[in-house]
């Protein structure tokens, strides 16, 4: 069976574990420290970078930084978000996606969904995690926006098993490690312990080497898929996930696992957060549309050439499902 996606680790990743390990030093140390100075020159130039213990935290953090009281956020997204912002004192108001598209860039955290970048507000907030490496009008993924957040976990572009990070201006990043570092401070203000570990950000700083080449492969077998489905290839994405939309999602998934290939439904309806907090159905018709027509097929550095070609197969004879 070709598992829909799989965590690409490779000796030198190991290699960089090994050396925080044989250092003692396995908490929150100088490979952090070197992450952060590494995220922030690829992905924000001019601005810093602040490693947290997940994606979600990352949230939580520039969100506290950001400062409001309501909070719209996409729908057709993952539910950290809404675990992320919404407290005593915040409101969470989910907000349909565009037809035709996946994204909702009048969010007020606006999301790329499956490396797909959309226009970001310079008052908003942009998680990139799906997008580190892409570009929008020759502006960097990561650098749109006032914040920027990205997590680590484990099946991400830059998957280290767990963590995130927020981007932006230095003061602003300095006022996040401020409430990350809880310990040893005078005043008593609001700081949780969001540390990370050494361990993970060495995982990181080796997978950030290689970003440019997985990425570039992503694109490759994208276009491959795209050629076998006669669609005309998208230079300008990232490839996260390769998705496509149809009418008949249970009948193309069926004729996938015939050929021993797993796929998934991305976002299924029930997790739509419009759904979680019980809001009428027709008002978010878009996403109720694409979490019922998307279908979401391997494309994992490390597939073998026999791999893709397998799925591509299969994408070629979808068209009386479309």
């Known amino acids: 069976m070709i598992q829909h996606n799989r965590v690409c680790l490779r000796p030198e990743d190991g290699s960089a574990v090994a050396r925080v390990m044989d250092s003692g030093q396995i908490g929150q140390g100088p490979e952090v420290a070197a992450f952060e100075q590494e995220l922030a020159a690829r992905f924000r130039?001019?601005?810093d970078a602040a490693c947290v213990s997940s994606g979600t935290a990352a949230i939580r953090l520039a969100a506290q930084v950001h400062d409001a009281?309501?909070?719209k956020v996409p729908t057709y997204a993952c539910v950290a978000l809404y675990h992320a912002?919404?407290?005593?004192?915040?409101?969470?108001?989910?907000?349909?996606?565009?037809?035709?598209t996946l994204d909702t860039p009048a969010a007020d955290i606006v999301v790329h969904s499956y490396g797909m970048p959309c226009p970001v507000a310079d008052d908003r907030i942009e998680d990139f995690t799906h997008a580190p490496?892409?570009?929008l009008d020759g502006r960097p993924c990561g650098s749109l926006g006032a914040l920027s957040v990205i997590s680590f976990g484990a099946t991400k572009p830059l998957g280290c098993g767990s963590g995130g990070a927020v981007l932006g201006p230095a003061d602003a990043i300095e006022d996040i490690r401020d409430r990350?570092?809880?310990?040893?401070?005078?005043?008593?203000?609001?700081?949780?312990?969001?540390?990370?570990?050494?361990?993970?950000a060495a995982i990181g700083r080796s997978r950030l080497k290689r970003l440019d080449d997985e990425n570039a492969?992503?694109?490759?077998?994208?276009?491959c898929y795209d050629i076998a489905r006669k669609r005309t290839h998208d230079?300008?994405?990232?490839?996260?996930?390769y998705v496509i939309h149809l009418e008949r999602v249970a009948e193309a998934r069926a004729r996938f696992?015939?050929?021993?290939?797993?796929?998934i439904v991305p976002l299924e309806s029930w997790e739509l957060l419009h759904r979680q907090l019980h809001l009428p159905a027709e008002n978010f018709s878009n996403a109720e549309m694409a979490a019922r027509t998307t279908l979401s097929v391997p494309i994992w550095p490390g597939m073998s050439n026999e791999d893709v070609d397998r799925v591509a197969d299969v994408l070629g004879g979808l068209e009386d499902l479309a």
């Not at 407290?87 to 907000?95: A, F, I």
């Not at 570092?181 to 700081?191: C, M, P």
């Not at 492969?217 to 276009?223: G, I, L, P, S």
């Not at 696992?257 to 796929?263: D, V």
Request: hydrophobic share 35%; aromatic share 12%; proline share 3%.
């Open 69 to 71: 009281a309501l909070w």
């Open 257 to 263: 696992a015939q050929a021993g290939i797993e796929t």
């Open 235 to 241: 230079r300008t994405r990232g490839w996260y996930r």
């Open 217 to 223: 492969w992503r694109a490759q077998v994208a276009a």
């Open 85 to 100: 912002l919404r407290d005593d004192m915040t409101l969470v108001e989910p907000m349909d996606c565009r037809e035709h």
């Open 133 to 135: 490496g892409v570009s």
């Open 45 to 47: 130039p001019g601005g």
């Open 180 to 200: 990350r570092d809880y310990d040893g401070k005078r005043e008593l203000l609001d700081r949780f312990n969001w540390q990370w570990s050494d361990i993970g």
